[in-house]
């Protein structure tokens, strides 16, 4: 890390990317990392939330790193995970099984966020989980990505999954990082698992990182399965649409309605960005975005 950045971003982020290999960084094991034959409380209580769905408040362990940073909203099991995204055995699986489950389609969305920002010197993988997104960004070419995540056991997967990003712990509405430091920035499946108040602080802050003239590549689910009938989508996508129509309405996505109630162009609009390209492929929907001029820099 270059001294300049070291005196623009302050002592919080210093410390955030001075374990600089999170490949190798020991992470605490959590009650389902430590789920053996002998701990019958814990194979009772992981058999528990599989059988019936309900999410239930993560346990996050002792000296888990930037466990007093969290925000509430992450506190919780997303799609059912046991314990969410804050444990080892969890992740791992996760890392593999979301894309079968999501039938491989983001492996071509990730390809055209990467082709999008593809001109990038720079650019941050926000939420960005287990890296999937770094790896496409670095196979098309771009020479500096990031990895912005508060899980650490997700990010220890992207540091493994792609040697030589730059690891952030952090969530992006706080994210620590300087003034428009960034040519671009990507986020895939985020913002529809933010509560509304932070993901109007993420994109604000999504415009203070990137520089003007910059690029934002976001991919959400598209609005289609949340909103149409099972029947009329099995007419209109066939088994793959039923099959998307089903998985949306059946894992625990707080905040879903949400984000597709929203105005997009207008919300991105009001905090600085020009709508370049709106495209629906479901299951998934991607949006290009351009940072306007410097006056809108806080």
Not at 2 to 30: F, I, K, Y
Not at 35 to 47: I, T, V
Request: proline share 7%; with cysteine.
């Amino acid at each position: 890390m270059s001294n300049a950045l070291a005196r623009s971003t302050g002592p919080a982020l210093v410390r955030a990317l001075e374990p600089a290999d999170w490949a190798v960084r020991e992470l605490p094991d959590s009650w389902l990392d430590r789920a053996r034959p002998r701990g019958l409380r814990n194979l009772w209580e992981l058999a528990l939330r599989l059988v019936t769905r309900r999410p239930r408040p993560v346990r996050l362990p002792e000296g888990m790193p930037g466990r007093e940073r969290l925000p509430g909203y992450l506190l919780q099991e997303f799609h059912q995970l046991p314990n969410g995204n804050f444990s080892k055995t969890m992740t791992g699986a996760y890392a593999v099984g979301f894309d079968r489950v999501m039938l491989g389609v983001l492996v071509e969305a990730r390809a055209l966020m990467a082709e999008r920002l593809a001109d990038c010197a720079r650019v941050l993988d926000v939420g960005a989980g287990a890296g999937h997104v770094a790896a496409a960004l670095r196979r098309r070419g771009v020479p500096d990505v990031w990895a912005l995540e508060p899980s650490p056991y997700l990010l220890q997967q992207a540091a493994r999954e792609t040697p030589g990003l730059t690891c952030v712990q952090a969530v992006i509405e706080e994210s620590g990082l300087p003034d428009g430091h960034f040519d671009g920035a990507a986020a895939c499946f985020v913002f529809h698992e933010m509560p509304r108040e932070a993901a109007d602080r993420a994109l604000a802050e999504l415009r203070r990182i990137v520089r003007p003239g910059g690029r934002l590549v976001i991919v959400e689910p598209s609005a289609q399965q949340a909103r149409e009938t099972l029947l009329a989508m099995w007419r209109r996508h066939g088994w793959r649409g039923a099959y998307f129509r089903l998985l949306a309405r059946g894992a625990f996505e707080p905040f879903l309605d949400e984000w597709h109630d929203r105005d997009h162009a207008a919300w991105l609009g009001q905090h600085g960005f020009r709508v370049e390209e709106d495209r629906d492929c479901m299951p998934w929907r991607m949006l290009t975005a351009v940072a306007g001029g410097p006056r809108l820099l806080r």
